[in-house]
T-cell receptor
Framework: QKEVEQNSGPLSVPEGAIASLNCTYS??????FFWYRQYSGKSPELIMF????GDKEDGRFTAQLNKASQYVSLLIRDSQPSDSATYLC??????????FGAGTRLFVKA | NAGVTQTPKFQVLKTGQSMTLQCAQD?????MYWYRQDPGMGLRLIYY???????DKGEVPNGYNVSRLNKREFSLRLESAAPSQTSVYFC???????????????FGEGSRLTVL
């Protein structure tokens, strides 16, 4: 069973702090990784994707990938209350089956 | 620009009843998907359609059937609903940019199904 594992949280950080979300995956054939944000009662929306080892930055978000350790992370700088949501990590082996983790709930306290 | 549209948004069924969830996308995407989301389980792929005319099983296909009606539409049918199928169902689509599928999934708003 190919899996993507995340700590369910909740992760609570104060406003303005860095939130660090982590994810591990079991399938070494996974080639691309995605972070989706899902607000309560809403559908997931893509925050970032990453294919290569290292860091990828987009505004306040940085995705990190370490294929040797089978580890993906998402850093959110200057966290805002509007960042409070569930963050879903997902992996894809290059086909049509994207496997999702159960998600980490993030609370940003004002 | 509606993106991915699902109907109905809410449905209550009795055990053994049948129903069809409808999904349509207007982004000219080739691939479409049906996921279910349960508390603590994340999103699980039920069926997908890589392109018009093809469908394939995902992680949890038992109890479901699908039809790719045309490039825009992909429906999910429950022939004999069971309480274990109580869930939130999401339709999604993905497309190709410059010939390569980016892998990004665009989701509909979800359909909340309760089976009593």
């Amino acid at each position: 069973q190919k899996e993507v594992e995340q700590n369910s949280g909740p992760l609570s950080v104060p406003e303005g702090a860095i939130a660090s979300l982590n994810c591990t995956y079991s399938d070494r054939g996974s080639q691309s990784f995605f972070w989706y944000r899902q607000y309560s009662g809403k559908s997931p929306e893509l925050i970032m994707f990453i294919y290569s080892n290292g860091d990828k930055e987009d505004g306040r978000f940085t995705a990190q990938l370490n294929k040797a350790s089978q580890y993906v992370s998402l850093l959110i700088r200057d966290s805002q209350p509007s960042d409070s949501a569930t963050y879903l990590c997902a992996g894809n082996t290059g086909g049509f089956k994207t496997i999702f983790g159960a998600g980490t709930r993030l609370f940003v306290k004002a | 620009n509606a993106g991915v549209t699902q109907t109905p948004k809410f449905q209550v069924l009795k055990t053994g009843q049948s129903m069809t969830l409808q999904c349509a996308q207007d982004m000219n995407h080739n691939s479409m998907y049906w996921y279910r989301q349960d508390p603590g389980m994340g999103l699980r792929l039920i069926y997908y359609s890589a392109s018009e005319g093809t469908t394939d099983k995902g992680e949890v296909p038992n109890g479901y059937n699908v039809s790719r009606l045309n490039k825009r539409e992909f429906s999910l049918r429950l022939e004999s609903a069971a309480p274990s199928q109580t869930s939130v169902y999401f339709c999604a689509s993905s497309g190709a940019v410059g010939g390569a599928n980016t892998g990004e999934l665009f989701f509909g708003e979800g359909s909340r199904l309760t089976v009593l």
